[in-house]
Each structure stands twice: as C-alpha cells, then as structure tokens.
C-alpha cells in the first residue's frame, strides 16, 4: 500500500477579486518506508500542501490518502497517526525541554518512555538542556526537540515542513542523518525544503515551483536526465565573467555555482569554442568539465 | 474609518441622551389612608412633575416591603391617617418618603425631588396665611440606609471583573495559540479541538472563583456591604454569569485571528455595554427606548440585578429566576455558538 497518495490537488486562496492559487492540479504517491523530498523555492506551494495532508486544511480539488486514509472524510485517523512539524517553530516556548516532551506524549495518549527509543538518538543531543525553556534554545537545539515531540508517538507518516530552514551547516547535516535512521524504522517521511543541495539525500525528490510539479524522480534519475555538459569557469573577476558568459550564444544558461559559474553547452562538442570566446575577452580564466549534479538539473528545469 | 468617524457622534448620543443620573418617571408607591384634600392634591403635584409616575396605590403598610422586593418602584409615599386634619389643626403634618437605596444615587436624588415637590406644596399652601403649615418629610433608605456607595458598585465590579477575566482572558490565550503556531501541531493530534477549548477555558473558571470569593470577601470585611441573601445562591449565580463569560470569549476567540483583535472585540463589544448600560453607571430605566432594547442583551445588565437583588435586598431565588433564566439562555446559545463556529482545521 502507498504511504501517501495525493491525486490532482488544487489549493487556491483567497476571494473572488484576489485569488492566489498556491497548488495547480498537483499528483503522486509516496511508498511506505520512503524518504520522499519536495523541494522547491519560497511561496511553490510546500506548505498548502504539507497542511492539506495533514487535514489543517481543505483542498479545493482533487484527492488524498496518508495510510489509506481520506484526509477530508479520515481526518480523526489521521490525526492519529501522523507526525507533523510546521515550518515555524510551535511548541511551547515557555515551557522546559523534559516539559514539552512530555505535554506532546501526554495529547498523544503515550508517554515518553514508551517510545523512548525512536527518539533517543535525537533526544540524547538535547538531554543535557532538558530544563531549559524552549524558546531559549538555539535553531539547531529547536529542530531536534520540534523532531522529538513529533515523533513522540511513533507515527507511520512523518511531516516535515522546512526542518531545515534557518539552521547552520553542521546541524542540517546532522538532521539528515537523523531522518536516515528514522527511515529504518519504517516511518514514510515527507520532507520539504527550499535547498537544493538536500534533495540528493531523499529517496525520491519531486520538484516543485508556482503549484506545479516539474520533476519527481530519485535523484540519480534526475541527474541521469540531463543530458547536457556542464562547464564551470572561473576568474578573478566573476562578475564579468558571467556577464560575458550570459551574452554567448554558445551556452544555454550560466548560473553561479560556488566558486565558480556553470555553463550549460548547448552542443556538447562546444566545449572548444567556449575556450576560444573567453580568451578573447582578456582575461585569466580556469576552465575545467564537471558533471552534471541535482541543483544543475532543477535550474534547467525551473528555467523551462 | 467607520470607528473614527462614528464613535463620536455615537458617543455623543449615548452621553447626551441617554446616560444620565437624572431620573425621570420613576415608578412610586402612594399609601394614602385618609384620602382627603390635601393629600389628593398633593399627589396630584406629584404625578404632575416629570419625576414621578405613580405605579400602584397601596392600602397597608405590609404591602410595601413586597413591592421593593419586586424591584417594582424605586420609593413610596406614605401618608399619615388624618393628614389634612393634622394640617388643619395642629399647623402641622407628617409623610414618609421610603426609597430604595440598593441605587444610593438614585435613591438619593428621588427623595431630594420628593422632598422639594412637598416643601413646594407646603409653600403654596402656607403663602396668604399668618401661621405657617409645616410639613415634615421623614425619609427611611431601605437596604442601605448609610446611602453607602459601596453597595452599588460592589455589584458592578463583580459583573465586570468576572467579564474581563473570563471573556478577555480566555479570547487572548486561545487566540496566542493561533499565533505562536501551537494550535497548528494540537489540531494534529488526537486530541478533540472541543476538548482544547476546554482546557484552556477551565483555569479562567478557577482564577474567577477566587475572584468572586476576594470580592465578596473585600466587600463584607473592608466595605462593610452585608450579604443580605443566601450565599449559595450568589455564589450558584455568579458561576453562571461566569460560564456566561467563558461562553462569550471562546465566540471570540474563534472569531479572531491576532491577539489585538481578540483584545478589541473584548473591549469595545463587551466592557464598554457592561460599564454604560448595566445599569452600573447609569440607570437603565431613564435610557431611551432603542438603548433599553440593547441593554437586555448585555449579560451584565441581568448578573448586576441578580447580585443587587440577592447580595443587598437579601431575596431568594423566587425573585430572580427570570434573570437566572435568561443568563442560563444565553450560556447555551453562545456556547452552542462558539462550538459551531470552532474551527477544526486551519481556514
């Protein structure tokens, strides 16, 4: 059975006069046991959709199961059974660590030693805060106890709206490595965030912008797709470069990518001439092939 | 811009209009056992001015303290047997004025006219003769015969510190939670929304009861206001007008999406109807018509005459069951109200 099922989901606000469609006709399905990343830029429509599966709101069109489950007419089941962190921080701030754990297992009829050992990884971070308030935490410390408290209950489907918005380097990387273990366990976890750089640790990535779905694919697959060479320059001046760069008729789009600009050949047999246009501009250059990675792929596809 | 531009020319009409302590056609009791000239005449000048309006005409002194209790009339004129002979003989006569003095002010101001409409009658009487007819005005307060203001605003305060607590509390906490995002995690779990609402409703109820008992208890001890009536009973009824509250801020709070609004609502709706029009502050009965219609919805207007009635009059519950009722009436469909309207998902 699919883990989550959403087919044709349209989500628009707003009245008559200003309507603002947040989700045109949105589908696709998500297997058990899955690590499944939406990703896409600010205002695509992550949200609306993360609320419209977790039952805070109503769709306008279209359907969607979590677990088998309606999320209009099941909404009480589903309640249930899934696990939900909202994109803004929303436990209590001025409640303790221990207390907000505790209050999440409590509304969830469990208790915290119940399912201690989903948790303990995650929770073992923050242990050592465990009487200090809440909104005194840092963004990495908030993300882990947000995790904690949702997955309090040992739900079968795991929302996460953004975890990682907001949050330095290190502690991102030590979030994903939570969700990889949370993965062994069994939980479907439906991630969304507006990085590009995290879609090649999900499962599978759908790529979404303006409501609409442009890509969903496991990331090899996305990368495998491309088909286009990509060439990274790079000189003293990058800003030249990659107004020179902009100009050629050479390439498809130039991007900065790093420390250096990506090119994308239109022929790949181009590479040569490339070479050749920008000794002609004056100045020192490095130029050197690169493969194609996941972010290469979602800029050629937001740029279509 | 509707509140900018309006709110004066209402407040003006309200103010101009409406609330005065000026009393007029105020409902009075005559006991008149020698039914002669001069008391006829005299009763005749009462009616005449604009204060009074005489509302029944009793035959014994055991009537009068039944009528008070009714809330019927606001003072009773008692003249003595044989007052025109008292007048004619002895120069000299006797009327008792007995006011309701659980209003001190409106007490205060009746018996003021009263004695003026007789002393002026006296005059009239007395001007082409040598020697002068007096006429003595006894005046007797009834339930608060120090004309202590205490007893009016005891009342009031209770109405509105209940209302502000429950109602203004209960709307801003539950509408923090829209806010901060918590109420976006609670709805997904399995806990029911109605059962949210009740928590966070329930210490408000607790924070109130120990409200109403420092009020009642400041009032006894500090005030010197006695509790003339059952306890129980005050106590049963001010839980109402609390749950009345309760039911109110919840409507409030599933109205409102910022704590501002939720604040604004609170007040402009609710404090400012139970400070003008409760009868606290201003009487309702010299209001105009269209202000009295209003006046019958503010549940504070019903709480603040039970507590009169119950705390100062000492009367019991066969008194006041058509307010207990219409607080009971209105507990249910604003609650009924405030279940319907909550919102189990986000919009």
Not at chain 1, 46 to 68: M, N, P, Q
Request: aromatic share 8%; charged share 20%.
């Amino acid at each position: 059975m699919k883990s989550v099922v959403v087919n044709n989901i349209s989500k628009r606000y707003g009245s008559k006069k200003a309507v603002t469609t947040a989700l045109r006709g949105i589908s696709f399905e998500v297997d058990k046991g899955e690590l499944f990343g939406i990703i896409g830029p600010d205002g695509a429509g992550k949200t609306s959709l993360f609320r419209i599966l977790t039952t805070l709101l109503l769709a306008e069109e279209g359907t969607a199961t979590v677990d088998g489950l309606d999320v209009v007419k099941a909404y009480k089941a589903i309640r249930q059974r899934v696990g939900y962190m909202p994109g803004r921080f929303s436990l209590y701030q001025d409640l303790t660590v221990k207390e907000n754990l505790d209050f999440f297992a409590t509304i969830f009829n469990t208790s915290v030693e119940e399912n201690y050992d989903l948790i303990k990884d995650i929770y073992s971070q923050i242990e050592p805060f465990k009487d200090r308030k809440a909104g005194k935490l840092s963004g990495g410390m908030k993300q882990k106890l947000a995790l904690s408290c949702a997955l309090i209950h040992r739900p079968s489907v795991l929302f996460l709206d953004e975890p990682t918005t907001g949050v330095d380097a290190v502690s991102r990387k030590e979030f994903w490595e939570m969700l990889r273990k949370l993965k062994e366990q069994q939980i479907t976890i439906l991630v969304s965030t507006p990085y590009m750089d995290e879609a090649s640790l999900c499962d599978k990535v759908a790529l979404i912008q303006s409501g609409k779905i442009l890509s969903i694919d496991t990331p090899e697959g996305v990368v495998r797709s491309f088909g286009k060479k990509i060439i990274a320059v790079k000189s003293s001046n990058m800003l030249n470069l990659l107004a020179d760069l902009k100009k050629t008729e050479l390439l498809e789009d130039a991007y900065p990518f790093g420390e250096y600009h990506h090119a994308v050949l239109k022929n790949e047999s181009n590479e040569h001439e490339l070479k050749n246009y920008l000794q002609q501009k004056g100045y020192p250059f490095e130029i050197k092939g690169t493969d194609p990675n996941i972010e290469d792929c979602f800029m050629a596809l937001m740029k279509n | 811009m509707f509140i900018l531009l309006g709110m004066p020319v209402v407040q003006i009409i309200i103010f101009g209009f409406a609330l005065t302590n000026e009393v007029k056609n105020s409902k009075i009791a005559i006991l008149d056992p020698s039914k002669d000239a001069a008391t006829t005449s005299l009763i005749a000048q009462m009616e005449a001015s604009r204060y009074f309006e005489v509302d029944q005409v009793i035959h014994s002194a055991e009537e009068i303290e039944p009528i008070f209790k009714k809330g019927k009339i606001k003072l009773a004129v008692i003249f003595p047997a044989n007052f025109n002979e008292d007048l004619q003989h002895f120069n000299k006569a006797q009327v008792q004025l007995i006011a309701d003095a659980s209003d001190p002010n409106v007490a205060n101001t009746l018996t003021n006219y009263a004695t003026a409409v007789i002393m002026d009658y006296q005059n009239r009487i007395t001007s082409d003769r040598k020697l002068p007819y007096t006429i003595n005005t006894e005046m007797r307060m009834l339930y608060n015969p120090e004309l202590k203001g205490a007893y009016n605003f005891v009342p009031g305060v209770m109405a509105m510190v209940l209302l502000l607590v429950c109602t203004m509390m209960t709307a801003i906490t539950i509408v923090r939670e829209k806010e901060m995002g918590t109420m976006e995690i609670m709805l997904v779990s399995p806990m029911k929304p109605f059962r949210i609402v009740i928590a966070k409703a329930v210490p408000y109820l607790l924070l109130s009861s120990v409200n109403i008992a420092s009020i009642l208890l400041l009032s006894v001890f500090v005030l010197d206001v006695p509790i003339n009536g059952s306890l129980v009973l005050l106590v049963f009824e001010s839980l109402l007008f609390t749950l009345v509250s309760l039911a109110l801020g919840l409507l409030i709070s599933s109205k409102a999406e910022s704590q501002q609004t939720a604040m604004f609502i609170s007040l402009v709706a609710l404090f400012l109807p139970t400070v003008m029009l409760s009868g606290f502050m201003f009487p309702v009965e010299n209001m105009p018509l269209p202000l009295r219609t209003v006046s019958n919805i503010v549940p504070a207007k019903w709480y603040y005459s039970i507590v009169k009635s119950v705390m100062i009059k000492g009367i019991g519950l066969h008194a006041v069951w058509k307010e207990t009722l219409i607080l009971m009436g209105m507990l249910v469909f604003f609650l009924g109200l405030a279940i319907k309207n909550f919102k189990i998902r986000l919009a």
